[in-house]
C-alpha cells in the first residue's frame, strides 16, 4: 500500500500546552481514516497541520511526498468544523466563488448534489437549516478532486437522517486514488463506513489499526472499544 | 436502506453472510449479475474497500466469480451453492437446538416441537 501522508516527529503547543506531542504516523490512499479521541485531545490541531492551517512548532508532514505547503493546498479539500462561508451570498456565488479558488472543483457535481437533495441553488445560505447548510458545505468539498479530503466533525449537529446522507455521500464521492479522514466523536454512527482508525489522548496518537481488527480482537465495536480505552 | 449490522462482529463477515443468504435463497440466479462493489456498498452503508473485503472472501469459496468483461456473476455451479445452503441449514438447526437444551429440551423433544409447528402450518 502506498503512502499518501508522512507526519514525523510533529508537534505542537499553544503556550504551555502541548496540542499535539510528537505524533509520527504514515497514512495510505485509498482509506477512509477515523481520526477519534475525546474533546481537546488534538485532533482539530493535526487537521489544521495537515492543511497547512498552522505551523508545526516541530516535525514534519508531507502529502504526496511533497512538504505541506502551497503546493499541497490545492490538493486537500477541507471542511472546517465551522462554517466559514458568508451568510449573505447565495449557493450559487458560492459555487462560483470555489470554481475560481479549486481548480479540481466541478460544478457540476455540485450542482446535481443539490439537486439531488431538493436545494434551490439560487437561496442565500442563510436562509437554510442547520442541517442543509452541513450538507451544503460538505457538498462544496466533495465536489473537489482533491488526494486528501479532510473532514472535521462533518455530522456534529445534524439529524440521523442528514447523518446517513452525509455519509452516503462521502462513500459515494470519493476518489479510490484519495484518502479521506474524519474527525469525530459521534463513532457509532461512522464506523461501517471507515477502514481504519486513529485514536488520540492529550495530543499523543494512542493507537493506529483497522476497523475489522478492533472487532476481530477485542469482540467489540470501535464505539464500545473506545468507551474502554477512554474511560473516564 | 442500509443493512442492520452487529456492532461486535467484523463486518465484512457480516456482508459475507448477507450476500451468501441471498445467493442461496435465489435472490440473485446461479449464472446471474451482481450489482458492482460500489452499488452493493451504497445500498448497505458501508465502505467500498469492506465490500470489496466480502468479495474477495466470496470469490475464495467460488461462489461468485469474476468476469473480465461483465463484471461479477453468481457461480452457475448448483451443486456448490446447494452445498453451502445445506451447510448454514445446518448451522441455524444447530443453534435451535442449542437454544432447546438450554430450556430444558431433548433432541427428540426438539424434533417433535418442530413437528408440531410444521404440522400446524400445513393444516
Keep these: 500500500m502506498s503512502e499518501l501522508i508522512e507526519i514525523a516527529g510533529l508537534s505542537k503547543s499553544y503556550g504551555r500546552v502541548a496540542a499535539v506531542n510528537n505524533i509520527s504516523l504514515k497514512l495510505p490512499k485509498g482509506k477512509i481514516i477515523g481520526l477519534l479521541g475525546p474533546n481537546g485531545s488534538g485532533k482539530t490541531t493535526l487537521i489544521k497541520m495537515l492543511n497547512g492551517l498552522l ?146 489522548r492529550y495530543g499523543h496518537l494512542v493507537l493506529y489499526t483497522s476497523v475489522d481488527n478492533i472487532r476481530e480482537q477485542h469482540g467489540k465495536s470501535v464505539d464500545a472499544y473506545f468507551r474502554e480505552v477512554f474511560a473516564c | 436502506m442500509a443493512w442492520d449490522l452487529d456492532s461486535d462482529r467484523p463486518i465484512y463477515l457480516q456482508l459475507v453472510e448477507r450476500i451468501q443468504m441471498q445467493i442461496v435463497s435465489g435472490a440473485y440466479e446461479p449464472g446471474g449479475k451482481l450489482p458492482s462493489v460500489r452499488e452493493y456498498a451504497a445500498e448497505a452503508a458501508v465502505n467500498p474497500n469492506t465490500m470489496q473485503k466480502a468479495f474477495s472472501e466470496l470469490e475464495r469459496s467460488g461462489l461468485i466469480i469474476t468476469q473480465r468483461t461483465n463484471g461479477r456473476v453468481v457461480t452457475d455451479d448448483v451443486e456448490l451453492i446447494r452445498k453451502i445452503r445445506d451447510e448454514l441449514a445446518q448451522e441455524q438447526a444447530e443453534v435451535f437446538l442449542r437454544k432447546m437444551a438450554e430450556l430444558g429440551l431433548s433432541r427428540e423433544e426438539a424434533i417433535g416441537v418442530l413437528r408440531q409447528i410444521g404440522g400446524a402450518d400445513n393444516e
Excluded: W
Design chain 1, 55 to 200: 505551523t508545526p512548532d516541530a516535525g514534519s508532514i508531507t502529502i504526496g511526498g511533497v512538504p505541506v505547503g502551497p503546493g499541497t493546498m490545492a490538493r486537500v479539500a477541507y471542511l472546517p468544523d465551522r462554517t466559514y462561508l458568508a451568510e449573505s451570498k447565495t449557493i450559487l456565488q458560492v459555487l462560483d466563488f470555489f470554481c475560481d479558488f479549486y481548480a479540481d472543483f466541478s460544478k457540476d457535481k455540485a450542482l446535481s448534489l443539490l439537486a439531488s437533495l431538493g436545494i434551490d441553488p439560487s437561496v442565500k445560505l442563510k436562509t437554510l437549516s442547520k442541517g442543509n447548510k452541513e450538507k451544503v458545505q460538505l457538498i462544496l468539498v466533495m465536489s473537489r478532486n482533491a488526494d486528501l479530503y479532510v473532514l472535521d466533525e462533518p455530522i456534529a449537529g445534524v439529524d440521523p437522517a442528514a447523518r446517513d446522507y452525509i455519509l452516503r455521500t462521502i462513500i459515494d464521492n470519493y476518489n479510490p486514488e484519495a484518502c479521506v479522514i474524519i474527525s469525530t466523536h459521534l463513532i457509532s454512527d461512522v464506523e461501517k463506513v471507515l477502514d481504519e482508525v486513529v485514536f488520540m
